[in-house]
């Protein structure tokens, strides 16, 4: 055998030894991923809730036979919603049909310049010009017609009565004077369809004075799009047993393009933070919503060292945006909250909303009386899911390792869960609600709106449309401005704590708007608001006055006192737990102006947590994770709208002169 034949050989041996250790790898590395992956698990439980459903239709068939009458009814009732929009929309067409005699000669007919005997009235031009066809015209040369048209609307746009010049097409158009004669004919034909199309829709005067003019709202998120929320159980299991199912594919893809040096990943941790498992995260979580979307956007907000950025910018993401229910849907819940005839008991109701978050989306409407208000409603079969929603994400994070050991994990999750059954409960945000407005009454520079109780239920809650954008909307106003957004949101942080012991513990941004002509922060969304022990506010107080006095004995003492720590940790916890209170005690040390836009305390603050996180004994007291989620919110704030801010004097008027002991 000659030498290049046994070369040959050689190779093609090592080959193989290559492509079998690495179905040896690829074999133990997908037991591995079998044996800790949570779907065995899922799989299981999906087999024996099938044996006890099977196992309880034989015992109990007519428990079985009423569910089975539920999903007929929910399939009935979408059937009906959907032939009405059919009928409704073909009474539409029907009622048009005898004032239309034109239509079936054509287009040629309906373009046909009139005569002098023949000049249309406004209701005639303006009736046809919602039925002609735009197709004669390009695309461009309408928007190029449409926006001069905009331009002179007040000009060209006159009573019905007063006769006005016309302007030719080809003038407005642009374009070359041979072309006059061609655009003539349609001149009258392009000015009926852009008095249709650029014509404001007329405000009944009567309606304005009711409501005092037209309140702008912020607009829904562009991403966001129209997705049924599952509203069973099963639903929702099937929807975290597809992502679970779809992070181990991906995970195993991502090794497998790693060993094949094919650009994957080398490492686990890697692999399940790739950017396809971060869709799937995003998009399960923004299908679902509810609690696991919260815990999602609650983890957005937290430290690299804590949750890593791969999977915190996923969660941004979800922070971002959120879907809305399908029309549908909203209906079913507004007929089972309100009663059938809601829709009488309204003016006009918005069907699509203008927000939409974890718990629920947001609806414009107006009362019968001419009130305008915000109609929050609830997704179904959020507030029945939470402890499965919470414990089905957490278990696969926790599964995949992705929270180090001193995060403290499952006590987050006790405090989220309780949180959030407050949240999901609308009768007690409305209580809040008006307690806060009552509380925050003799502070002018603060509105809280009034609450609709005839409107109001569990699931939906209805309140006074206010003016004003959300906080992350004001980051390009004056500074004039963003100075007093700063002062006023730290202000009533610290007023909420010290003066009134009740917090609005949600740092969510859009849960405060700013009205400019008034200069006033509008407050809403109080479901995560909560009352505070005046002992623990007390002991707190003391933490703070000692920070501010530069007393480091002081917080390690109060700290230990308060539970912070057990006084067995080493002494490099104890330096790292002091010296972050020092660090946000700074704002209230330093008597001038503190440059918020241009501090290091996030940095510093970075760097202590890997210490805290590896040396920490004990959990934190459960009050602090709604107090800190606050103020780091609040702090992160002043530092995005860039301002410099004296604290001292809040320091002095509130912590030490408004606290009652």
Same mark, same amino acid.
């Not at 007390?538 to 539970?563: D, T």
């Given at each position: 055998?000659?030498?290049?034949?046994?070369?040959?050989?050689?190779?093609?041996?090592?080959?193989?030894?290559?492509?079998?250790?690495?179905?040896?790898?690829?074999?133990?590395?997908?037991?591995?991923?079998?044996?800790?992956?949570?779907?065995?698990?899922?799989?299981?439980?999906?087999?024996?809730? +099938?044996?006890?459903?099977?196992?309880?239709?034989?015992?109990?068939?007519?428990?079985?036979? $009423?569910?089975?009458?539920?999903?007929?009814?929910?399939?009935?009732?979408?059937?009906?919603?959907?032939?009405?929009?059919?009928?409704?929309?073909?009474?539409?067409?029907?009622?048009?049909?005898?004032?239309?005699?034109?239509?079936?000669?054509?287009?040629?007919?309906?373009?046909?310049?009139?005569?002098?005997?023949?000049?249309?009235?406004?209701?005639?031009?303006?009736?046809?010009?919602?039925?002609?066809?735009?197709?004669?015209?390009?695309?461009?040369?309408?928007?190029?017609?449409?926006?001069?048209?905009?331009?002179?609307?007040?000009?060209?746009?006159?009573?019905?009565?007063?006769?006005? $010049?016309?302007?030719?097409?080809?003038?407005?158009?642009?374009?070359?004077?041979?072309?006059?004669?061609?655009?003539?004919?349609?001149?009258?034909?392009?000015?009926?369809?852009?008095?249709?199309?650029?014509?404001?829709?007329?405000?009944?005067?009567?309606?304005?004075?009711?409501?005092?003019?037209?309140?702008?709202?912020?607009?829904?998120?562009?991403?966001?799009?129209?997705?049924?929320?599952?509203?069973?159980?099963?639903?929702?299991?099937?929807?975290?047993?597809?992502?679970?199912?779809?992070?181990?594919?991906? +995970?195993?893809?991502?090794? +497998?393009?790693?060993?094949?040096?094919?650009?994957?990943?080398?490492?686990?941790?890697?692999?399940?933070?790739?950017?396809?498992?971060?869709?799937?995260?995003?998009?399960?979580?923004?299908?679902?919503?509810?609690?696991?979307?919260?815990?999602?956007?609650?983890?957005?907000?937290?430290?690299?060292?804590?949750?890593?950025?791969?999977?915190?910018?996923?969660?941004?993401?979800?922070?971002?945006?959120?879907?809305?229910?399908?029309?549908?849907?909203?209906?079913?819940?507004?007929?089972?909250?309100?009663?059938?005839?809601?829709?009488?008991?309204?003016?006009?109701?918005?069907?699509?909303?203008?927000?939409?978050?974890?718990?629920?989306?947001?609806?414009?409407?107006?009362?019968?009386?001419?009130?305008?208000?915000?109609?929050?409603?609830? /997704?179904?079969?959020?507030?029945?899911? %939470?402890?499965?929603?919470?414990?089905?994400?957490?278990?696969?994070?926790?599964?995949?390792?992705?929270?180090?050991?001193?995060?403290?994990?499952?006590?987050?999750?006790?405090?989220?869960?309780?949180?959030?059954?407050?949240?999901?409960?609308?009768?007690?945000?409305?209580?809040?609600?008006?307690?806060?407005?009552?509380?925050?009454?003799?502070?002018?520079?603060?509105?809280?709106?009034?609450?609709?109780?005839?409107?109001? +239920?569990?699931?939906?809650?209805?309140?006074?449309?206010?003016?004003?954008?959300?906080?992350?909307?004001?980051?390009?106003?004056?500074?004039?401005?963003?100075?007093?957004?700063?002062?006023?949101?730290?202000?009533?942080?610290?007023?909420?704590?010290?003066?009134?012991?009740?917090?609005?513990?949600?740092?969510?941004?859009?849960?405060?708007?700013?009205?400019?002509?008034?200069?006033?922060?509008?407050?809403?969304?109080?479901?995560?608001?909560?009352? /505070?022990?005046?002992?623990?506010?007390?002991?707190?107080?003391?933490?703070? %006055?000692?920070?501010?006095?530069?007393?480091?004995?002081?917080?390690?003492?109060?700290?230990?006192?308060? @539970?912070?720590?057990?006084?067995?940790?080493?002494?490099?916890?104890?330096?790292?737990?002091?010296?972050?209170?020092? %660090?946000?005690?700074?704002?209230?040390?330093?008597?001038?102006?503190?440059?918020? @836009?241009?501090?290091?305390?996030?940095?510093?603050?970075?760097?202590?947590?890997?210490?805290?996180?590896?040396?920490?004994?004990?959990?934190?007291?459960?009050?602090?994770?709604?107090?800190?989620?606050?103020?780091?919110?609040?702090?992160?704030?002043?530092?995005?709208?860039?301002?410099?801010?004296?604290?001292?004097?809040?320091?002095?008027?509130?912590?030490?002169?408004?606290?009652?002991?």
């Amino acid at each position: 055998m000659s030498r290049r034949s046994q070369d040959l050989i050689g190779v093609l041996r090592g080959l193989q030894l290559v492509a079998e250790a690495c179905s040896r790898e690829h074999l133990a590395l997908s037991k591995h991923l079998w044996s800790n992956s949570s779907v065995r698990e899922l799989l299981a439980e999906n087999v024996s809730q +099938t044996r006890q459903t099977v196992r309880q239709a034989g015992q109990q068939p007519a428990d079985e036979l $009423k569910k089975v009458q539920q999903v007929l009814l929910e399939t009935t009732e979408r059937s009906y919603v959907v032939v009405k929009g059919i009928c409704s929309l073909l009474e539409t067409k029907l009622s048009m049909m005898p004032q239309l005699p034109g239509v079936a000669s054509g287009r040629s007919q309906e373009r046909r310049p009139p005569t002098a005997d023949q000049t249309p009235t406004s209701a005639q031009s303006d009736l046809d010009a919602a039925n002609l066809d735009i197709s004669s015209i390009t695309l461009e040369e309408f928007e190029d017609i449409l926006s001069k048209r905009n331009k002179n609307r007040q000009v060209s746009l006159r009573t019905p009565t007063t006769q006005s $010049k016309q302007v030719p097409l080809a003038q407005v158009a642009g374009v070359s004077p041979t072309a006059e004669g061609v655009f003539a004919r349609d001149t009258q034909y392009v000015d009926n369809l852009l008095r249709f199309v650029a014509s404001p829709s007329p405000v009944p005067p009567e309606t304005a004075s009711r409501t005092g003019g037209s309140i702008d709202v912020p607009e829904l998120s562009k991403v966001a799009k129209q997705r049924r929320v599952p509203a069973s159980r099963l639903g929702r299991m099937a929807s975290f047993g597809g992502l679970f199912a779809g992070l181990g594919i991906g +995970t195993l893809n991502e090794l +497998t393009k790693g060993a094949l040096g094919m650009g994957g990943s080398k490492t686990m941790r890697e692999a399940l933070l790739s950017p396809a498992n971060a869709e799937r995260i995003v998009d399960t979580l923004c299908k679902v919503r509810g609690a696991a979307l919260k815990i999602g956007q609650i983890l957005s907000i937290q430290d690299s060292s804590v949750v890593s950025p791969q999977l915190a910018k996923a969660f941004e993401r979800v922070r971002q945006a959120a879907d809305y229910m399908p029309d549908w849907q909203v209906e079913r819940v507004m007929n089972t909250q309100l009663g059938p005839g809601w829709r009488q008991r309204l003016s006009s109701f918005e069907d699509k909303p203008f927000a939409a978050a974890s718990i629920g989306q947001v609806h414009r409407a107006t009362l019968n009386d001419g009130m305008q208000v915000a109609i929050k409603i609830q /997704y179904p079969g959020v507030a029945q899911s %939470i402890e499965s929603d919470i414990d089905n994400l957490v278990g696969m994070l926790k599964v995949w390792d992705v929270f180090p050991q001193g995060f403290f994990i499952d006590n987050v999750v006790r405090v989220a869960k309780r949180e959030l059954q407050w949240e999901v409960d609308y009768d007690r945000e409305a209580e809040y609600t008006e307690k806060f407005r009552q509380m925050i009454a003799p502070y002018p520079e603060y509105y809280v709106p009034r609450v609709v109780r005839d409107l109001t +239920t569990s699931s939906v809650l209805t309140t006074e449309l206010i003016p004003g954008v959300p906080l992350d909307k004001c980051f390009d106003l004056s500074y004039e401005h963003r100075a007093h957004i700063a002062a006023s949101v730290l202000k009533l942080c610290l007023r909420e704590l010290f003066e009134i012991e009740c917090m609005q513990t949600d740092p969510n941004w859009s849960n405060f708007l700013y009205d400019a002509p008034s200069r006033r922060l509008m407050l809403i969304d109080f479901g995560s608001t909560r009352f /505070y022990k005046h002992e623990f506010i007390r002991n707190y107080r003391q933490v703070i %006055i000692s920070a501010a006095q530069n007393n480091r004995q002081g917080v390690l003492e109060m700290s230990r006192e308060m @539970g912070f720590l057990t006084g067995y940790e080493t002494k490099q916890m104890e330096q790292a737990h002091v010296d972050a209170v020092m %660090i946000l005690g700074e704002i209230f040390r330093y008597d001038g102006d503190f440059d918020f @836009g241009k501090q290091n305390t996030t940095e510093r603050l970075a760097a202590l947590v890997p210490t805290m996180v590896a040396h920490r004994l004990c959990p934190p007291p459960e009050e602090i994770y709604s107090i800190h989620r606050k103020l780091s919110g609040i702090f992160l704030l002043c530092a995005r709208l860039n301002v410099r801010m004296n604290c001292l004097p809040f320091y002095r008027e509130i912590i030490l002169g408004k606290f009652k002991d």
